[in-house]
């Protein structure tokens, strides 16, 4: 296993349309999480899954965004309706369960950007 | 989960130790300490954590004041490959997500 895996990479789009990335987890990790970042900020929580259920959205999560991690295996987060406000670089994150004692695997997102 | 105060930036002459600050004055006798460091262009990295006791491992050592209410993490010898931005951050075990803040950027000069 190499750790998280993200695709793609970067991607570019026109506003309007509608995107969607993937995430591949650390396959014995039960815990998926994705993040948002934005140029000079820390990553900002969207939302986690544990398996295949979604438990947590932030408010960030607005109706445009949505997230699946069907299987409680890889995970995809789609926005529809792209806006200028949406270029960020979306990070995902696997962990091992829960508790505070585990750390997170961060892969190495991918970057968007609305024109 | 409790928020954690670091210097905005720091600097550090390489093959040096670079000493990073971080205060989280509010935090509860459950909250583990994580630090993370971001390359540019990359996703964060785990470093290290702790709950009381100082801990060392092959990339640094974090220590912990007897409070608890700061801790440092410390490179023992800084390369240019240390250059990153520095996290530090609470988290317990009814918190589901990491709160990153803005980090301390390192700049570690040849």
């Known amino acids: 296993d190499t750790g998280v895996s993200q695709n793609p990479r970067h991607k570019i789009t026109k506003r309007g349309q509608n995107v969607t990335f993937r995430c591949d987890p650390i396959?014995?990790?039960?815990?998926l999480y994705w993040y948002r970042q934005t140029l000079g900020q820390g990553p900002e929580f969207l939302t986690y899954?544990?398996?295949?259920?979604?438990?947590?959205k932030s408010r960030l999560l607005s109706d445009r965004f949505s997230a699946e991690r069907p299987k409680g295996s890889f995970s995809t987060l789609e926005i529809q309706r792209t806006e200028q406000g949406d270029s960020a670089m979306y990070l995902c994150?696997?962990?091992?369960?829960?508790?505070?004692?585990?750390?997170?695997?961060f892969g190495s997102g991918t970057r968007l950007t609305v024109v | 989960d409790a928020k954690t105060t670091q210097p905005n930036s720091m600097e550090s002459n390489e093959e040096e130790p670079v000493h990073l600050p971080c205060n989280h004055s509010?935090?509860?006798?459950?909250?583990?300490i994580h630090w993370y460091r971001q390359l540019p262009s990359q996703g964060p990295e785990y470093v290290i954590h702790?709950?009381?006791s100082n801990v060392n491992n092959r990339m640094a050592s974090l220590a912990i004041a007897e409070d608890r209410k700061s801790s440092t993490l410390i490179l023992h010898r800084a390369t240019l490959r240390d250059a990153a931005v520095y996290y530090c951050?609470?988290?317990?075990?009814?918190?589901?997500?990491?709160?990153f803040g803005t980090g301390t950027s390192l700049t570690v000069i040849p």
């Open positions: 994150a696997s962990s091992l369960g829960g508790f505070a004692n585990y750390g997170y695997t």
């Open positions: 396959s014995e990790h039960n815990r």
């Open positions: 899954f544990q398996n295949e259920a979604q438990l947590e």
């Open positions: 509010t935090i509860s006798g459950t909250d583990y």
């Open positions: 702790g709950l009381t």
């Open positions: 951050i609470l988290r317990t075990n009814t918190g589901n997500q990491f709160y």
